[in-house]
């Protein structure tokens, strides 16, 4: 594909770019990530994600190796180097290189951070007739770790997830524990019921959505009612409408759960009508 990438402060071709085998992001899944979409040549909730990853490290004892500033330059610069007008920029930071496996955290003043940045193009990602007309989920066990509100590259069992969702004829699974939804595999999950929006609330259970926030924001100010708890897959079964959300796939309707219509069977008007603002008002305010 050719694209410019970015490895610890340098700019190289994907080709020459290289982290070594000892990395604890390789070895030990030892690291956190963020995806920022782009429209328009624009980077969506920047800061928001920016914020997330302060958070992420922190919860992890790393150190915030890139400033904001930094870090949003770094994002502008892949943008213009590799001419995206829609798709996204990745960013992994890893616990870094200590030379050798251990278990036990290297120290921080000997071993400094991975930082990887590339961007990934994706015409149409806004625009996309698949998303509006929406997707089938399955249902499956949250068999993840208790610390789903980091966002860390331990992404197995979600890949496993997307698997046997593909494998069902759906578009992704959406993980219930102790009888009730926690959260899609790589999204939130939401129903409608009548004039209100109900989505899990915020707990070390779920990642906190940058995509969530806004869309809640948006809900409320087009007097949808807001409640946050959590509900059963027979209660979404049963919901007007249902959908997830991602910074990647915005709002998009969820049609079907485990072959069980939802609603009429047809993407809802409510969620289109949240994908329609939070895809308006984000290009607004993109930067
Ligand atoms: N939950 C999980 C498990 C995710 O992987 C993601 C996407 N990173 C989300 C929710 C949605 O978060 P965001 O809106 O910030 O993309």
Redesign the pocket.
């Known amino acids: 594909m050719g694209r410019i990438v970015y490895v610890n402060g340098e700019y190289l071709p994907e080709e020459e770019a290289t982290v070594s085998i000892f990395d604890r992001g390789f070895l030990m899944a030892d690291g956190v990530y963020?995806?920022t979409s782009v429209l328009d040549g624009k980077l969506i909730?920047f800061d928001?994600?920016a914020a997330?990853l302060a958070r992420s490290l922190a919860e992890l004892d790393m150190a915030q190796p890139i400033s904001h500033e930094e870090l949003l330059a770094v994002h502008r610069e892949l943008v213009a180097r590799n001419g995206i007008d829609e798709g996204l920029v990745y960013l992994q930071i890893t616990r870094g290189n200590p030379g050798d496996r251990d278990f036990v955290f290297p120290d921080p003043d000997e071993t400094a951070p991975t930082v990887v940045m590339f961007t990934q193009s994706k015409p149409g990602l806004a625009d996309n007739p698949a998303a509006r007309a929406g997707i089938k989920v399955i249902s499956l066990p949250d068999l993840r770790w208790h610390r789903?509100d980091i966002?860390t590259v331990q992404?197995l069992y979600?890949s496993m997830g997307k698997m046997a969702a593909k494998a069902a004829g759906a578009g992704d699974a959406w993980f219930v524990e102790d009888g009730k939804v926690t959260?899609?595999?790589?999204?939130?999950a939401y129903i409608v019921k009548g004039n209100r929006i109900i989505t899990r609330e915020l707990s070390n259970d779920?990642?906190?959505?940058?995509?969530?926030?806004a869309v809640l924001r948006f809900a409320a100010e087009a007097q949808m009612e807001v409640e946050e708890r959590a509900f059963t897959i027979e209660e979404a079964q049963g919901a007007d409408e249902a959908f997830i959300?991602?910074?990647?796939t915005f709002v998009t309707p969820v049609i079907e759960i485990d072959g069980v219509k939802v609603g009429t069977g047809e993407a809802g008007p409510k969620a289109l009508r949240l994908r329609e603002i939070y895809i308006e008002e984000s290009r607004k305010a993109a930067i």
């Not at 779920?206 to 926030?213: E, F, M, S």
């Open positions: 963020e995806v909730d928001g994600h997330r789903r966002k992404l979600p959260e899609g595999t790589s999204n939130n779920i990642l906190h959505g940058i995509t969530r926030a959300t991602s910074a990647t």
